[in-house]
């Protein structure tokens, strides 16, 4: 078993406890920390929601989360351990009543690491903030997190960090963004960083463009309601997709100092082309997924799964072509997609290298493809580069393009921590590398309000896509247009 540093004796508030991120997520992810042993005997956890549970039925709660999502990992001796410090505290957090008595449940050990995870409604974050300091709940050093997305345009975004800036300092406000906490996310710093072959190359001169693919095979099902509140491009692009294009695009930070990283991403957005009205129709596409089949079921599409006749325009599919003007990038273009109900589960960079300057082979030895380098996030973390080689024989001199392959599961065979594993413990040890700071949130927006701005003035609508596929046909002519098409990612 790998070694981990332990976290101090903490309490753990989650506002949103019962919900369905708290229950897919964050508990399994505790609880895999538990068995890990990085908990003090005494840290507790406790889940904050309007529902009125016993802590029994909290804890029988809990149990069916972890069994429904990890079904072959219950540990009957983490398990002890770890139902012997959940609580649940009934509050509603748009009511001025009931604070009092999280303040008695916390009184106890007023020494403690204090984090209040919230797991709501970004609107909620700014009134639960002013709540918890009216009620003496923000001790010095307290830190709060904020899910993403914060806000819903940039205006709301930076209402949302005032709000919760007049309670907690910016060091102590942890806006997470999942995708950060992903080791081959993190392995890009080394992989830019560590390599002296591949910083040189890094570039406009021998890079011809990037794609960043996030597709999800799964639709809004459940959460559909809550999905055409707020749409793909505000869920994903604002967010994962411009976090990962950073990580690529940004020059080297000074050192690893959360300053000094956030600071080279900052830049990054800075320097991101505006898409405007005159543009946004060229560069930018939208879908929404009718009905399909995923795997050989049949899938409803997503205005059926709202119901009632919906006529929704809110998008499942976002590709956009963007630019970063300046020295190292001018003129290469990185091609980002996101999509629900797309062909399959899969996350990935491709760094598409440009062709050799002059062929010496024959016609007869075949095409000589660019190397292309793919960086895989989910499902099967790695990183793979594409070489030429020759094909074995004698005769015709062959040529054949094979990839040099590092898989993260073949190399590391031990489990490591997943993304909100790391970030949890990342948050309790009050280290804010993966976390964004508020001038990224809002940069982010900046740009993305672009878009939105666009799509309303050109009256832009969605367009179909069949459910299984890889989105609509707009988002191929968007590269047809440069004489490029799509990398097929390598997904479930």
Same mark, same amino acid.
């Given at each position: 078993?790998? @070694?981990?540093?332990?976290?101090?004796?903490?309490?753990?508030?989650?506002?949103?406890?019962?919900?369905?991120?708290?229950?897919? #997520?964050?508990? %399994?992810?505790?609880?895999?920390?538990?068995?890990?042993?990085?908990?003090?005997?005494?840290?507790?956890?406790?889940?904050?929601?309007?529902?009125?549970?016993?802590?029994?039925?909290?804890?029988?709660?809990?149990?069916?989360?972890?069994?429904?999502?990890?079904?072959?990992?219950?540990?009957?001796?983490?398990?002890?351990?770890?139902?012997?410090?959940?609580?649940?505290?009934? @509050?509603?957090?748009?009511?001025?009543?009931?604070?009092?008595?999280?303040?008695?449940?916390?009184?106890?050990?007023?020494?403690?690491?204090?984090?209040?995870?919230?797991?709501?409604?970004?609107?909620?974050?700014?009134?639960?903030?002013?709540?918890?300091?009216?009620?003496?709940?923000?001790?010095?050093?307290? $830190?709060?997190?904020?899910?993403?997305?914060?806000?819903?345009?940039?205006?709301?975004?930076?209402?949302?960090?005032?709000?919760?800036?007049?309670?907690?300092?910016?060091?102590?406000?942890? $806006?997470?963004?999942?995708?950060?906490?992903?080791?081959?996310?993190?392995?890009?710093?080394?992989? /830019?960083?560590?390599?002296?072959? +591949?910083?040189?190359?890094?570039?406009?001169?021998?890079?011809?463009?990037?794609?960043?693919? +996030?597709?999800?095979?799964?639709?809004?099902?459940?959460?559909?309601?809550?999905?055409?509140?707020?749409?793909?491009?505000?869920?994903?692009? @604002?967010?994962?997709?411009?976090?990962?294009?950073?990580?690529?695009?940004?020059?080297?930070?000074?050192?690893?100092?959360?300053?000094?990283?956030?600071?080279? #991403?900052? #830049?990054?957005?800075?320097?991101?082309?505006?898409?405007?009205?005159?543009?946004?129709?060229?560069?930018?596409?939208?879908?929404?997924?009718?009905?399909? =089949?995923?795997?050989?079921?049949?899938?409803?599409?997503? /205005?059926?799964?709202?119901?009632?006749?919906?006529?929704?325009?809110?998008?499942?599919?976002?590709?956009?072509?963007?630019?970063?003007?300046?020295?190292?990038?001018?003129?290469?273009?990185?091609?980002?997609?996101?999509?629900?109900?797309?062909?399959?589960?899969?996350?990935?960079? +491709?760094? @598409?290298?440009?062709?050799?300057?002059?062929?010496?082979? %024959?016609?007869?030895?075949?095409?000589?493809?660019?190397? /292309?380098?793919?960086? /895989?996030?989910?499902?099967?973390?790695?990183?793979?580069?594409?070489?030429?080689?020759?094909?074995?024989?004698?005769?015709?001199?062959?040529?054949?393009?094979?990839?040099?392959?590092?898989?993260?599961?073949?190399?590391?065979?031990? $489990?490591?921590?997943?993304?909100?594993?790391?970030?949890?413990?990342?948050?309790? $040890?009050?280290?804010?590398?993966?976390?964004?700071?508020?001038?990224?949130?809002?940069? =982010?927006?900046?740009?993305?309000?672009?878009?939105?701005?666009?799509?309303?003035?050109?009256?832009?609508?969605?367009?179909?896509?069949?459910?299984?596929?890889?989105?609509?046909?707009?988002?191929?002519?968007?590269?047809?247009?440069?004489?490029?098409?799509?990398?097929?990612?390598?997904?479930?």
């Amino acid at each position: 078993m790998a @070694q981990f540093r332990p976290a101090e004796t903490f309490d753990l508030v989650i506002f949103g406890g019962t919900g369905d991120l708290a229950r897919r #997520k964050l508990l %399994p992810a505790l609880f895999h920390r538990e068995i890990d042993g990085q908990f003090s005997a005494d840290s507790r956890i406790i889940a904050s929601s309007r529902k009125d549970l016993p802590r029994d039925d909290f804890v029988a709660f809990v149990r069916s989360a972890l069994e429904e999502h990890l079904p072959a990992e219950i540990n009957e001796d983490a398990w002890a351990r770890f139902s012997q410090r959940l609580y649940h505290h009934r @509050q509603d957090v748009t009511s001025d009543t009931g604070w009092e008595s999280l303040h008695e449940k916390l009184s106890v050990g007023e020494d403690r690491v204090r984090v209040f995870y919230l797991a709501m409604l970004p609107a909620l974050y700014g009134p639960t903030a002013t709540h918890l300091a009216r009620a003496g709940l923000v001790t010095e050093g307290a $830190r709060i997190v904020l899910e993403k997305p914060v806000g819903e345009d940039f205006t709301s975004a930076r209402r949302i960090n005032d709000e919760v800036g007049e309670v907690f300092a910016e060091s102590n406000i942890f $806006r997470i963004d999942h995708y950060l906490g992903k080791e081959t996310v993190q392995n890009l710093m080394a992989l /830019r960083f560590a390599n002296s072959l +591949v910083e040189p190359l890094w570039r406009r001169g021998a890079i011809d463009h990037v794609q960043i693919t +996030v597709a999800e095979n799964l639709g809004a099902g459940d959460r559909a309601a809550f999905y055409d509140r707020t749409g793909t491009l505000r869920d994903m692009m @604002q967010n994962h997709m411009l976090q990962l294009l950073c990580l690529v695009a940004m020059e080297a930070p000074a050192s690893l100092d959360h300053e000094d990283i956030r600071g080279e #991403k900052i #830049k990054v957005l800075r320097a991101l082309r505006p898409i405007t009205p005159d543009t946004v129709r060229q560069v930018t596409v939208r879908g929404q997924y009718t009905s399909g =089949a995923i795997d050989g079921t049949v899938v409803a599409g997503y /205005r059926e799964e709202l119901g009632d006749g919906s006529e929704s325009d809110t998008e499942t599919f976002v590709a956009i072509k963007a630019e970063i003007d300046n020295w190292r990038w001018a003129g290469t273009p990185f091609y980002l997609r996101s999509g629900k109900r797309l062909a399959a589960k899969a996350s990935e960079i +491709v760094v @598409q290298f440009r062709p050799v300057a002059h062929s010496i082979f %024959p016609r007869e030895s075949g095409t000589i493809e660019p190397n /292309r380098l793919r960086i /895989r996030l989910q499902p099967d973390e790695g990183v793979e580069l594409s070489m030429v080689t020759k094909e074995p024989g004698p005769g015709v001199f062959r040529l054949r393009s094979l990839p040099l392959n590092l898989s993260f599961s073949e190399t590391y065979p031990l $489990r490591y921590p997943d993304a909100y594993e790391r970030l949890l413990m990342e948050v309790l $040890r009050g280290n804010p590398a993966l976390f964004m700071h508020r001038s990224e949130v809002e940069c =982010a927006w900046h740009w993305i309000d672009g878009i939105i701005d666009g799509w309303a003035r050109e009256e832009m609508r969605v367009e179909p896509y069949v459910a299984g596929t890889w989105g609509p046909s707009g988002a191929v002519r968007l590269l047809d247009r440069d004489d490029r098409h799509w990398s097929a990612p390598r997904g479930d």
